[in-house]
């Protein structure tokens, strides 16, 4: 049977992912593919367990899984520890590293349901169905670091080798293919050597996806077009900082970062995450929308385990619950029903069988 292994992790990861994982369980009752979940310890509450954010244990186990499916981790309490240690970069980093996810998909689709959420106007939003890709483990965050004397100074440096940026556009191409065969690069070719680089390897491998129609952009006009008209983007593909960048801007053309869902891949493994953090702010109050979490369980069906329909009825379910007007408070409106993080998990397990 294949194997998840599942990371609840900090604050509201503890909360959100055991809903995930009811309708994940829900939506493979009777199928022919059964999944097991194990629960392994990360983060902060792995620190104070064994005292390191990514034990031993818990990265055999995700090495050996199918797919990896964590909450969040970090919060106040681990902030002091010096960087190196701390449940964002021991663990998170450490597994991205550790498993090879070179590359980070976020789907970004208006449900009509939440057009009014956004803060941009209905016009701009309400049409707006892309993904982004990010290259994960290249480029500037992976790139040499250090300080100089005399000036006193710090430097960062950015590298892209010629495969590192041909398996993330190729995988740009394949996504775009399945959808409406439209790829944008996002690069800064006029100043950035890397750039103009990534952009002859974008032209040689577009060679072999002549039915894709390929466009470049700079990333500045890029974030700029994605809150002026979104709805002209299909699939983005971009490196590592920019894609940071830009994912995060993107969070808010689906109504709230509570929504977006994120896939980091090596082919098919796969981590799969909600985008947001462990929100200490609300932890431990039912209070998390587990919506992003739970549309991360269909991505992992989608992207390691090739089950579109499964992950198809988990993502219609989810707009069901919402055209029906149920929201979790970060989303709320008035007149909305307003439910807690259990009874979403509830509604949309609920959904599924209608
Ligand atoms: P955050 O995403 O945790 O929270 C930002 C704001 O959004 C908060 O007001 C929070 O209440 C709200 N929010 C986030 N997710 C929500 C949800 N599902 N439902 C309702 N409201 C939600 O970001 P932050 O406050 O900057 O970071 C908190 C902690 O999480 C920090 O320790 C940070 O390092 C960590 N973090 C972890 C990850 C990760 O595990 N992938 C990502 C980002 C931040």
């Not at 995060?248 to 985008?275: F, Q, T």
Request: with cysteine; proline share 5%.
């Amino acid at each position: 049977m294949p194997k998840v292994a599942v990371l609840p992790g900090d604050g509201i990861g503890q909360e959100i992912v055991p809903q995930a994982i009811r309708v994940l369980r829900g939506v493979l009752a009777g199928a022919s593919l059964q999944l097991e979940f194990k629960e392994y310890p990360v983060g902060g509450a792995a620190i104070d367990a064994v005292g390191r954010a990514l034990p031993e244990e818990t990265l055999t186990a995700c090495r050996e899984a199918d797919a990896v499916f964590l909450g969040a981790v970090g919060g106040p309490k681990w902030d002091t520890l010096p960087a190196p240690e701390r449940p964002e970069t021991a663990a998170l980093l450490g597994l991205r590293k550790a498993l090879g996810l070179y590359a980070n998909i976020r789907p970004v689709r208006m449900l009509p349901a939440l057009v009014d959420a956004s803060t941009l106007k209905r016009e701009v939003v309400q049409n707006t169905d892309l993904v982004v890709l990010r290259e994960l483990t290249g480029g500037l965050y992976f790139g040499e670091k250090g300080r100089k004397d005399n000036p006193p100074a710090a430097y960062d440096l950015m590298l892209y080798t010629e495969g590192e940026v041909e398996r993330i556009v190729r995988l740009g191409f394949e996504t775009a293919r399945l959808r409406r065969k439209k790829l944008c690069s996002v690069d800064k070719a006029n100043v950035l050597e890397t750039s103009r680089f990534w952009r002859e390897v974008t032209l040689r491998v577009a060679a072999d996806y002549p039915e894709v129609e390929l466009t470049h952009m700079y990333v500045d006009n890029a974030a700029m077009q994605l809150v002026r008209y979104p709805e002209q983007f299909d699939v983005l593909v971009t490196e590592n900082m920019f894609g940071d960048i830009l994912t995060d801007l993107a969070s808010m053309l689906s109504g709230s970062i509570g929504m977006m869902a994120s896939a980091s891949l090596n082919g098919k493994k796969g981590l799969y995450e909600p985008a947001h953090g462990s929100a200490p702010d609300i932890a431990g109050k039912n209070l998390a929308n587990p919506l992003a979490t739970i549309l991360s369980g269909a991505l992992m069906l989608r992207y390691s385990f090739a089950r579109e329909k499964e992950a198809l009825a988990i993502e219609e379910a989810v707009g069901k619950v919402l055209d029906a007007g149920y929201r979790t408070g970060d989303l709320a409106q008035a007149g909305d029903k307003v439910l807690g993080t259990k009874e979403m998990g509830d509604a949309v397990l609920a959904a599924l069988g209608g």
